[in-house]
C-alpha cells in the first residue's frame, strides 16, 4: 500500500493515550497477512511477530495519540476536558474533534480567554447540544475525543494531526512488508500510552526482552521562519538516526550500526537531539539488565498540533533503514 494512503486509513482510527482499541485493531488487519503471530498484551500494546533463528530485536512505534477526555457536562450542554498527553490549548483551538462513537465538536477557548496564555480549563467542547441532558444521551464522562481534521498530501510533503505517532506506525507496517529471509528473530511493537509517559513500551520490552531495540517516533525540526536553529534536524534531509532525547542517550554502538546501515544502504541520514521531549527508547533501554537501544526520527513540524508535517522522502528513508536494520546480522548478546 502506498505510504500516504496507508497514512490515511491509520489516521481516520481513533485511538488517544489509554483508548487504543479502534488504532489497534486497524494495525491488526494490515500486520497480519506478514506475520507469524500477532498478539495483544494486557496493556494493549499490538506485538507482531516475525520469527527468526537470530537475536531478538524489538521495534517501537506508539499508536496512540494526544487527545481530550471529558470531565464535566455543564448544564448548557458544554464540555469541560482534561488532556491525553501534551496538548497545548493555544495550539489546539478552533479545531474540529470527533469521538469514538462519531459525535464531532469544535474545541474553544471562553470569549474573554486571554489567547497567548490560554489554560485547558478556560477552553471547551461545543458538541451543537444545548442541555447537559441532550450531551448525556451521546457522551459520557471519561469519553475521549481526538483532531478530526484531514490528512493530505502537497507534493512531497504530507499534513494530518497524527503523524505523531501514525506516521511510524505506516513506516513500521511498510518496512515489515520489505523484509524477506531475515537471520534475526523480529518484534514490530505498536506500543500504546507513549504520550501519557512512556507506558505501553515498558511492558512490551520487559515481556519481549529483546537484545536490541529501535524506537521509530516523530522529531522536531528547526527550518522554519522564526526559528532558532538550535535543533539539528530538518525536513527532507532524511531519516534522522537518533543519538539522544530527554528520555534517553542511545547506546553509541546503536548509532554506528544504524550509521553503518545507512551507509551501506546510501540512504540520506541525520543526527537527532530532541533538547526537550522522549520517546519509547526510554523505557526501553532500562528494561531488565538494560537494553542496546536506538531511534530512527521522522523530522516533522509542528508537532501536536491539528498540522504536523513530514516529507515522504524521508519517510521513504526511515522505511529503508529501519528494514535494512531488521535484515542485518546481529550477534546475539
Ligand atoms: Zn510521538
Redo the contacts with the bound molecule.
Keep these: 500500500m502506498e505510504l500516504f494512503e496507508r497514512m490515511k486509513k491509520l489516521n481516520a482510527a481513533h485511538g488517544p493515550s489509554g483508548d487504543e482499541g479502534g488504532i489497534r485493531a486497524v494495525i491488526q488487519e494490515m500486520a497480519a497477512p506478514y506475520a507469524d503471530e500477532v498478539t495483544t498484551d494486557t496493556m494493549g500494546n499490538l506485538i507482531v511477530h516475525k520469527a527468526g533463528s537470530g537475536p531478538k530485536v524489538m521495534f517501537a512505534a506508539?499508536m496512540d495519540s494526544i487527545g481530550f477526555i471529558v470531565t464535566h457536562i455543564e448544564e448548557e450542554g458544554f464540555l469541560r476536558v482534561g488532556r491525553l498527553g501534551g496538548i497545548s490549548p493555544k495550539e489546539a483551538v478552533y479545531t474540529p474533534v470527533r469521538f469514538k462513537n462519531g459525535v464531532r465538536g469544535c474545541f474553544v477557548p471562553e470569549e474573554k480567554a486571554e489567547f497567548g496564555k490560554l489554560k485547558l480549563d478556560e477552553c471547551y467542547l461545543d458538541i451543537g447540544v444545548r442541555s447537559a441532558e441532550e450531551a448525556k444521551k451521546l457522551i459520557r464522562v471519561g469519553d475521549t475525543a481526538v483532531y478530526d481534521t484531514p490528512a493530505f498530501q502537497t507534493g512531497d510533503a504530507v499534513t494530518s494531526p497524527y503523524l505523531?505517532?501514525r506516521i511510524?506506525c505506516a513506516i513500521l507496517l511498510e518496512a515489515l512488508e520489505r523484509v524477506q529471509n531475515s537471520p534475526n528473530d523480529l518484534y514490530f511493537v505498536f506500543t500504546v500510552q507513549?504520550?501519557v509517559g512512556l507506558r505501553g513500551s515498558k511492558t512490551a520490552a520487559f515481556a519481549i526482552q529483546p537484545d536490541y531495540a529501535v524506537a521509530v517516533?516523530?522529531t522536531d525540526v528547526d527550518d522554519t521562519p522564526g526559528s532558532e536553529k538550535s535543533g539539528t534536524v530538518q525536513v527532507g534531509k532524511g531519516a534522522a538516526i537518533k543519538v539522544m532525547d530527554s528520555s534517553v542517550i542511545c547506546h553509541p554502538a546503536m548509532v554506528e550500526l544504524l550509521d553503518q546501515n545507512a551507509r551501506e544502504g546510501d540512504i540520506p541520514t541525520q543526527r537527532d537531539i530532541l533538547r526537550a521531549?522522549g520517546?519509547?527508547a526510554g523505557a526501553i533501554h532500562t528494561t531488565g539488565a538494560g537494553v542496546l537501544t536506538g531511534g530512527i526520527s521522522v523530522p516533522c513540524r509542528y508537532?501536536h498540533t491539528p498540522v504536523e508535517t513530514a516529507s515522504l522522502e524521508d519517510c521513504e528513508a526511515c522505511i529503508r533503514l529501519t528494514a535494512a536494520f531488521a535484515q542485518r546480522p546481529l550477534k546475539a548478546l
Excluded: A, K, L
Design positions: 506508539h505523531d505517532n511510524s507513549e504520550e517516533d516523530v521531549g520517546t519509547d508537532i
